[in-house]
């Protein structure tokens, strides 16, 4: 109301920046365009910008009590992760290939070879201990933090915090006693599968009928851990359980469309799930 769309609005004033009235009628900057965005060195500081009014806002409101956050009856005993070395993961640069004969009018095929960050497969096992007698739905919640800042200085839980990311956040059934809950990396709900390429859509290859125009919301797979370093990298996984009964927001369709990064975008003509 006081404002109008701060975010979206400070992504098309710098895009036009060096055309703001359209008087020399030049095309926006990456910074307009979602899929270009995050090419833009001020992206980062601009989204920190916005993250700092929400840390402001955020520090207005009452602190959480634990029984806001407790899930009675149910403990987290233990988490792994299940890759080539136990609780490591290996980052690398892999190679691929864009095809650019498509979109710009060339004789014959031209294709572009790049690299990009992509990750190891890995899963999670979550030992949970359920001592309240019955079955129980919970949310399962995944991030993934720094140890230490760029200097090599370790880094409090509050200096931390904000630096976590979500890895994941899924529903599971658990029986009364012991539980182990197994997860995929390429399940995650904040990640979407590569776009199709131009030949697969043309040959209609692995295109379905929810795949629709609005399914391109979501981080890249291949992007899901951070790259690390040659020597290693320590960060923390922290893994909650919370009462799915008190989460839900009703039931997310099983045919619902667009619903591979649920967590990201939420789902098409669906309540946010969370």
Request: aromatic letters at 10%.
């Amino acid at each position: 109301e006081y404002y109008g769309n701060l975010h979206n609005s400070g992504h098309v004033m710098m895009a036009r920046i060096h055309d703001p009235d359209g008087r020399y009628k030049e095309n926006p900057g990456v910074m307009s365009d979602t899929s270009t965005s995050l090419r833009d060195p001020i992206f980062y500081r601009y989204h920190r910008f916005i993250d700092n009014i929400f840390q402001e806002y955020k520090a207005t409101l009452p602190i959480y009590d634990k029984k806001d956050l407790d899930f009675a009856g149910v403990t987290v005993v233990n988490v792994t992760v299940n890759a080539k070395l136990p609780n490591v993961v290996n980052t690398f640069m892999k190679e691929d290939q864009l095809e650019l004969s498509h979109g710009i009018s060339l004789k014959g095929a031209v294709k572009v070879r790049y690299e990009h960050l992509d990750h190891e497969p890995f899963s999670y096992n979550i030992s949970v201990e359920n001592s309240s007698g019955a079955a129980k739905h919970a949310t399962v919640r995944i991030f993934l933090g720094p140890v230490h800042d760029e200097l090599g200085n370790k880094l409090s839980i509050n200096e931390s915090r904000r630096f976590y990311i979500e890895l994941d956040k899924f529903h599971a059934e658990l029986a009364a006693g012991k539980n182990t809950i197994t997860r995929k990396s390429i399940d995650s709900a904040v990640t979407v599968a590569p776009t199709p390429k131009f030949s697969q859509l043309q040959s209609g290859e692995g295109i379905s009928e929810n795949n629709t125009e609005f399914c391109s919301c979501g981080w890249p797979q291949h992007l899901l851990v951070p790259r690390g370093t040659h020597k290693g990298m320590d960060f923390y996984l922290f893994v909650m359980l919370t009462d799915y009964e008190q989460d839900h927001v009703g039931t997310l369709n099983a045919q619902a469309i667009c619903a591979a990064a649920v967590s990201s975008c939420g789902a098409k003509d669906q309540k946010y799930p969370d």
